[in-house]
């Protein structure tokens, strides 16, 4: 799991603490309300009120956190051929990402890489690769990407669902690669 990902879910478990924590013991918001009057700073406000809201905040974030799950489409670990009573047949992920290795290594390009979003209803994959010669395997892209999607349209066997390809050559790394300076 990412970082920012373990982040969102650990502030919205702090706050559901906190509120869960209200709503069962109510005199602790009021002791913290007098705890500030000693200290000087002065807050008027009305307990009710304040747990009021802070459950309207908690519910909207709820929804929220229920839209996203049902709403983002889940990346399946492999691509189903054919399901019978017996079993079911699948293709892995790997198994794809090599398949489309081996189909664009006569093609003139080197180090692919393959990146695929495998949902139920659509079928992405995103390659890049470098050539030695790019202008001449440019002007071969729009060729390759179409004879690779008749090619993995034929491997899976599933004309219902769209394949979409994108092949790019000799992109740049969006990683920032911070080298300090070599002296000699």
């Not at 892995?92 to 393959?114: A, M, P, W």
Request: charged share 20%; hydrophobic share 45%; aromatic share 8%.
């Amino acid at each position: 799991m990412r970082k920012t990902i373990k982040i969102f879910l650990i502030l919205i478990i702090f706050t559901y603490v906190v509120g869960i924590c209200l709503l069962i013991w109510p005199e602790v918001l009021e002791s913290l309300f007098w705890s500030l009057k000693r200290l000087g700073i002065n807050f008027s406000g009305n307990t009710d009120m304040i747990r009021y809201y802070y459950g309207v905040v908690l519910l909207s974030l709820s929804v929220i956190a229920l839209l996203i799950v049902l709403l983002i489409p889940n990346q399946l670990p492999d691509i189903l051929l054919e399901r019978t009573k017996t079993g079911r047949l699948a293709l892995s992920n790997y198994g794809v990402k090599q398949f489309i290795r081996t189909q664009l290594s006569g093609e003139g390009l080197s180090n692919i890489q393959v990146k695929l979003k495998n949902t139920r209803r659509q079928k992405k994959f995103y390659i890049v690769a470098d050539a030695a010669y790019k202008r001449s395997v440019v002007k071969e892209l729009p060729r390759i990407s179409n004879q690779l999607t008749n090619e993995l349209t034929n491997l899976l066997g599933d004309h219902n669902t769209p394949v979409k390809v994108s092949v790019k050559v000799n992109q740049k790394s969006t990683k920032n690669n911070h080298l300090a300076p070599r002296v000699v």
